[in-house]
């Protein structure tokens, strides 16, 4: 019989790499810590439970790089794609699920899965090489005693930034007599209709007020230890954006583009938006309020957002640290740790930032892992696809020699930037950039396809 391969982590990254095993006939074991021993971020016991956003970004296949790797996650037999499926909710052009939901669908597939064993225990340090093969996805707030094994073994420090968690309103605490709902440009997404955000409308002079607030409030003050850990560019709390200048939120999160209010026909100054949390549409998370402030200032603030006056809310936000290792340096093209090739690292850890981009690199680790438990050799996916230019960011694809600092590497999300440019001639400037990342897409399509034709999995199930 295949020897059984060890999952640390039962995360986005190590459900996915477990499901891909078991597809290829290969056994899993996955060692998930909860509920004996839990983070400053996750709430329930659940499998893939997402502890920030609920949404995985756009599903635009055609024009959105994070949508293209949706689309070749679903052509690869995705079990985070076929749960967001199940629990997916209104978010515009925009792939949201209900998180409950969606951890369920993942945890009883896994469960009902007998090629997959789920051990609740903590693992606290690098396994043995009698384990034989191990996938480490224990994802950003891996525990600290594995986190020091990590460290001892490869000699180098990991890495370290901030997440915040953005708050949750109940619905029927939001006025909507001063919010409307419409999605940007009216777009319509998986589920959606055009008109699934709730907006709050903000004048010049309330939009002031309320970044003073921001940056004048009551903020969470860090460890000694902490302090130093630099923050994530694309996941920074509001306070921290709003610090950068005055006018900075209006050209993100609180941009007013695509937007006009019914009640006076008009762009507003400033946009607040909410997005639907759950399938039942009872709760909305303010869309980019990831923040540090504490829960007391968080309340007087954001009831500053007209709208939300008297907002009572489900979860206010929270920061927590986050860990991954300086993968280039410590992992090679399928993603193994140099110094001990039994051990393979996925997800957030391994330096992605994203929920699908982590579940993606968990993909890659499992088919990688039940390529050599069958004896066989699987080519990386092309680096014109998603999958395969995230996986050569991971590897390799990131500032080197000489001039580049010890921080050079940084998670990055799935992007257009990653991917090689066309061979083909392709229409030039900005006018241009819709069809280029057209062809480009319709390239990593044909790509993904011809990759996935030549592997260990039986995709098409």
């Known amino acids: 019989m295949t020897k059984s391969v060890h999952i640390i982590g039962g995360g986005l990254a190590g459900t996915e790499a477990a499901w891909q095993l078991a597809r290829a006939g290969v056994p899993a074991i996955i060692h998930e810590m909860r509920p004996h021993k839990?983070?400053?971020?996750?709430?329930?016991?659940?499998?893939?439970?997402?502890?920030?956003?609920?949404?995985?970004?756009?599903?635009?296949?055609?024009?959105?790089?994070?949508?293209?790797?949706?689309?070749?996650m679903r052509a690869a037999n995705s079990l985070m794609m076929q749960a967001a499926e199940q629990s997916k909710v209104p978010a515009g052009d925009a792939l949201a699920v209900d998180r409950d939901v969606f951890s369920a669908a993942i945890t009883k597939a896994l469960e009902d899965e007998p090629l997959v064993d789920i051990r609740r225990e903590e693992v606290s340090c690098l396994p043995p090489e009698d384990w034989g093969q191990t996938i480490i996805a224990t994802g950003p707030l891996t525990s600290t005693p594995l986190a020091e094994s990590i460290q001892a073994e490869t000699g180098a420090d990991a890495l370290a930034f901030f997440d915040a968690i953005a708050p949750i309103v109940y619905l029927d605490s939001i006025n909507m007599d001063v919010a409307w709902r419409q999605s940007r440009y009216d777009k319509k997404g998986p589920g959606g209709d055009g008109a699934d955000y709730i907006n709050c409308p903000m004048d010049k002079e309330q939009y002031e007020a309320f970044i003073h607030a921001l940056v004048t409030g009551d903020k969470t003050e860090f460890q000694d230890w902490e302090k130093d850990t630099p923050y994530f560019e694309g996941c920074l709390p509001i306070e921290v954006m709003a610090e950068r200048g005055p006018e900075t939120l209006r050209f993100g999160p609180m941009k007013p583009v695509?937007?006009?209010?019914?009640?006076?026909?008009?762009?507003?100054?400033?946009?607040?938006?909410?997005?639907?949390?759950?399938?039942?549409?009872?709760?909305?998370?303010?869309?980019?309020?990831?923040?540090?402030?504490?829960?007391?200032a968080q309340a007087?603030?954001?009831?500053?957002?007209?709208?939300?006056?008297?907002?009572?809310?489900?979860?206010?936000?929270?920061?927590?640290?986050?860990t991954f290792i300086e993968s280039p340096k410590l992992l090679d093209g399928e993603l193994r740790l140099k110094s001990s090739p039994h051990i393979r690292f996925a997800g957030q850890i391994a330096g992605v930032e994203g929920y699908v981009e982590s579940a993606g690199l968990g993909m890659l680790a499992g088919r990688f892992a039940a390529a050599e438990a069958l004896g066989q050799t699987l080519p990386a996916p092309a680096d014109t696809t998603a999958l395969g230019c995230m996986l050569a960011h991971v590897t390799g694809g990131h500032m080197t020699g000489e001039g580049a600092s010890k921080l050079a590497y940084q998670p990055m999300n799935v992007n257009f930037g990653l991917l090689p440019p066309l061979t083909e001639a392709a229409p030039r400037g900005r006018k241009g950039r819709v069809e280029r990342r057209r062809l480009m897409t319709e390239r990593a399509k044909a790509e993904i396809k011809s990759w996935l034709a030549g592997g260990t999995v039986a995709d098409a199930e």
């Open 38 to 72: 839990t983070s400053p971020a996750h709430q329930t016991e659940g499998l893939a439970e997402l502890v920030c956003s609920n949404s995985f970004r756009s599903d635009d296949s055609e024009h959105n790089a994070v949508g293209l790797l949706h689309w070749e």
């Open 258 to 296: 695509g937007l006009t209010n019914p009640a006076t026909g008009k762009r507003a100054h400033a946009v607040v938006q909410l997005r639907q949390d759950n399938l039942q549409g009872t709760i909305y998370n303010i869309v980019g309020f990831q923040t540090k402030l504490r829960h007391g």
């Open 300 to 322: 007087d603030v954001f009831r500053m957002i007209p709208g939300l006056e008297k907002a009572e809310f489900a979860r206010l936000g929270g920061i927590h640290r986050n």
